[in-house]
């Protein structure tokens, strides 16, 4: 494989020198369902997909919304988009019509991917939102049968009498997909959180993906004899470019698993004889809170590849309950992968988060953008190649890219020292954004939400410490005059027009909220 190659391209010398081994074992926890594929199997999928996206009017570039949990239909449309060089926009499965509406104005696809028990609720939540009953209106339905058949269905597209009628695993593909994207092109765009203003659509190229796969081979030192476990949101950045496309790149198993449960995931790894497992800090606090069990420790089980932050002391009770080590990283959509990282071979520092991998250089500095000297704080700024180690910019938004980007520099706008020995350690945010068990929140998005609540007069959205998912959402709110407001009323709210996990857990309510010299709010003290 070469560097300028596309995933299609991966993807097929692959499925040539892998097609008779396991390339994706999906399991759903709740119904024990296990269903497995082999490269060749997956791949005359995807190519009864890429046609069935054809016929429903699918190009070359166009932009395709999906709106997929954790499955095997997910899986199945990231690659049959990029067989035929379509654009994927994926959106979280529990994102609120309000968020969807926002992408939809924002990328403007030509097709909605998704199944039918999310079209039918978004179908009710969308009164409110015009542009997206042209979205639901050409919308494609997915679903896997008991034998893991992969269906379109016949009634779900609409379109100059075009339907996918069989199940796309039974076909053999016929013809060859005409466009062929280049490396650069651009292959998705993927919703930020929106830290300082509405969520950006982060430009991801063909050449970013393989760039990721072979990134994290590297990390995590993997091989096509690795099997690698996840219960990552598969709309997420760190499913995808750090276990999806790592995974073709070696040639070797994804273990999906529908949904976290702290009571099954580890039986799932050890069941499925994983080698590597994708996790984060709250999924480690809650595995450390259930029973133990004799046989925990018997796996195979040689790295578990994790995402700040822990505390010392949960950090090693889990490697020696569960007798594996954690390794750490730092990284952003923008940056695609853990551009600061524990190498796979060497010394660890703990509690640093690494040192910079290869394709590079990593700076410290200060407001002003010059170098802060050895073991001062300072802003992570991150040199890379925009297109290749970085994100090719923001869709539509120049402007937003030029105040991150410059020079081939990323402005990660998080805290962070180096030591003299080129260790770096993270220090936190500089904007206010809330991580929230892997999902990050912009509480400025929270904040606008709920400014439109009912007897709200001021809110402000702090993130505060969370013993198990990582930090908690909460309102500071003010009240307008004589409204007659609780707790629950700002919560119910909410969870309206947000996703679940933006929901603030703690409402308090304030006379005034504390500000400084310039009348900007003073959120530390709010925390």
Same mark, same amino acid.
């Given at each position: 494989? +070469?560097?300028?190659?596309?995933?299609r391209?991966?993807?097929?010398?692959?499925?040539?020198?892998?097609?008779?081994?396991?390339?994706?074992?999906? #399991?759903?926890?709740?119904?024990?369902?296990?269903?497995?594929?082999?490269?060749?199997?997956?791949?005359?999928?995807?190519?009864?997909?890429?046609?069935?996206?054809?016929?429903?009017?699918?190009?070359?570039?166009?932009?395709?919304? &999906?709106?997929?949990?954790?499955?095997?239909?997910?899986?199945?449309?990231?690659?049959?988009?990029?067989?035929?060089?379509?654009?994927?926009v994926p959106?979280?499965e =529990?994102?609120?019509?309000?968020?969807?509406?926002?992408?939809?104005?924002?990328?403007?696809?030509?097709?909605l991917?998704?199944?039918?028990?999310?079209?039918?609720?978004?179908?009710?939540?969308?009164?409110?939102?015009?542009?997206?009953?042209?979205?639901?209106?050409?919308?494609?339905?997915?679903?896997?049968?008991?034998?893991?058949?992969?269906?379109?269905?016949?009634?779900t597209?609409?379109?100059?009498? +075009?339907?996918?009628?069989?199940?796309?695993?039974?076909? !053999?593909?016929?013809g060859?997909?005409?466009?062929?994207?280049?490396?650069?092109?651009?292959?998705? *765009?993927?919703?930020?959180?929106?830290? =300082?203003?509405?969520?950006?659509?982060?430009?991801?190229?063909?050449?970013?993906?393989?760039?990721?796969?072979?990134?994290?081979?590297?990390?995590?030192?993997?091989?096509?004899?690795?099997?690698?476990?996840?219960?990552?949101?598969?709309?997420?950045?760190?499913?995808?470019?750090?276990?999806?496309?790592?995974?073709? +790149?070696?040639?070797?198993?994804?273990?999906?698993?529908?949904?976290?449960?702290?009571?099954?995931?580890?039986?799932?790894?050890?069941?499925?004889?994983? =080698?590597?497992?994708?996790?984060?800090?709250?999924?480690v606090?809650?595995?450390?809170?259930?029973?133990?069990?004799?046989?925990?420790?018997?796996?195979? &089980?040689?790295?578990?590849?994790?995402?700040?932050?822990?505390?010392?002391? #949960?950090?090693?009770?889990?490697?020696?309950?569960?007798?594996?080590?954690?390794?750490?990283?730092?990284?952003? =959509?923008?940056?695609?992968?853990?551009?600061?990282?524990?190498?796979?071979?060497?010394?660890?520092?703990?509690?640093?988060?690494?040192?910079?991998?290869?394709?590079?250089?990593?700076?410290?500095?200060?407001?002003?953008?010059?170098?802060v000297?050895?073991?001062?704080?300072?802003?992570l700024?991150?040199?890379?190649?925009?297109?290749?180690?970085?994100?090719?910019?923001?869709?539509?938004?120049p402007?937003?890219?030029?105040?991150?980007?410059?020079?081939?520099?990323?402005?990660?706008?998080?805290?962070?020292?180096?030591?003299?020995?080129?260790?770096?350690?993270?220090?936190?945010?500089?904007?206010?954004?809330?991580?929230?068990?892997?999902?990050?929140?912009?509480?400025?998005?929270? #904040?606008?939400?709920l400014?439109?609540?009912?007897?709200?007069?001021?809110?402000?959205?702090?993130?505060?410490?969370?013993?198990?998912?990582?930090?908690? &959402?909460?309102?500071?709110?003010?009240?307008?005059?004589?409204?007659?407001?609780? !707790?629950?009323?700002? *919560?119910?709210?909410?969870?309206?027009?947000?996703?679940?996990?933006?929901?603030?857990? &703690?409402?308090?309510?304030?006379?005034?909220?504390?500000?400084?010299?310039?009348?900007?709010?003073?959120?530390?003290?709010?925390?």
């Amino acid at each position: 494989m +070469t560097e300028n190659m596309t995933m299609r391209e991966v993807w097929a010398h692959q499925c040539a020198s892998y097609s008779g081994k396991e390339f994706l074992v999906f #399991e759903d926890p709740d119904t024990g369902q296990v269903l497995t594929y082999t490269y060749a199997q997956f791949d005359v999928i995807t190519s009864r997909l890429s046609h069935t996206l054809r016929k429903c009017g699918v190009n070359f570039a166009d932009r395709v919304l &999906v709106l997929l949990g954790n499955s095997v239909e997910f899986v199945a449309m990231h690659l049959a988009l990029g067989k035929i060089g379509a654009v994927l926009v994926p959106m979280n499965e =529990t994102s609120s019509a309000a968020e969807l509406a926002h992408c939809v104005e924002l990328t403007r696809p030509k097709l909605l991917v998704t199944i039918a028990e999310l079209k039918q609720a978004l179908g009710d939540m969308s009164s409110d939102f015009p542009v997206l009953h042209s979205c639901l209106e050409r919308a494609l339905l997915l679903s896997v049968d008991e034998q893991g058949d992969v269906y379109a269905a016949p009634e779900t597209y609409q379109d100059k009498g +075009t339907t996918a009628s069989s199940p796309l695993g039974m076909e !053999s593909a016929v013809g060859e997909l005409e466009s062929v994207p280049a490396h650069e092109e651009l292959a998705e *765009i993927m919703m930020t959180s929106g830290t =300082t203003s509405e969520p950006k659509g982060v430009m991801l190229t063909q050449h970013n993906y393989v760039f990721s796969g072979r990134y994290v081979n590297w990390e995590l030192a993997m091989t096509s004899r690795d099997r690698y476990a996840t219960a990552m949101a598969v709309s997420h950045v760190n499913f995808q470019l750090s276990a999806l496309l790592p995974v073709i +790149t070696a040639g070797c198993t994804l273990v999906l698993i529908k949904r976290y449960s702290a009571k099954s995931f580890w039986g799932s790894v050890r069941r499925h004889r994983a =080698t590597l497992v994708q996790s984060m800090a709250m999924m480690v606090r809650t595995m450390l809170r259930q029973p133990l069990d004799k046989d925990e420790s018997m796996h195979c &089980v040689r790295e578990v590849h994790y995402f700040l932050p822990l505390q010392d002391h #949960e950090k090693t009770a889990f490697e020696q309950r569960f007798g594996v080590q954690l390794l750490n990283n730092y990284g952003s =959509t923008e940056s695609l992968v853990g551009v600061i990282t524990d190498y796979p071979q060497g010394d660890r520092n703990w509690p640093s988060i690494g040192k910079p991998g290869p394709g590079y250089q990593v700076e410290i500095r200060n407001d002003s953008g010059v170098a802060v000297p050895e073991g001062e704080c300072g802003t992570l700024w991150i040199h890379g190649e925009p297109g290749k180690t970085l994100m090719a910019g923001y869709w539509n938004d120049p402007r937003a890219t030029a105040q991150v980007m410059a020079d081939c520099w990323y402005n990660s706008g998080d805290l962070a020292r180096v030591d003299s020995r080129g260790w770096f350690y993270y220090l936190g945010r500089r904007s206010e954004l809330i991580k929230r068990a892997g999902e990050n929140i912009s509480a400025l998005e929270v #904040e606008r939400v709920l400014a439109q609540c009912p007897g709200v007069n001021e809110v402000c959205v702090v993130g505060v410490p969370d013993p198990i998912r990582d930090e908690a &959402v909460k309102a500071v709110v003010v009240k307008d005059a004589d409204a007659m407001l609780s !707790s629950q009323d700002v *919560i119910e709210f909410a969870s309206k027009q947000l996703s679940y996990f933006k929901v603030p857990t &703690v409402v308090t309510f304030v006379d005034e909220l504390p500000r400084g010299q310039y009348g900007k709010v003073q959120r530390k003290l709010l925390k």
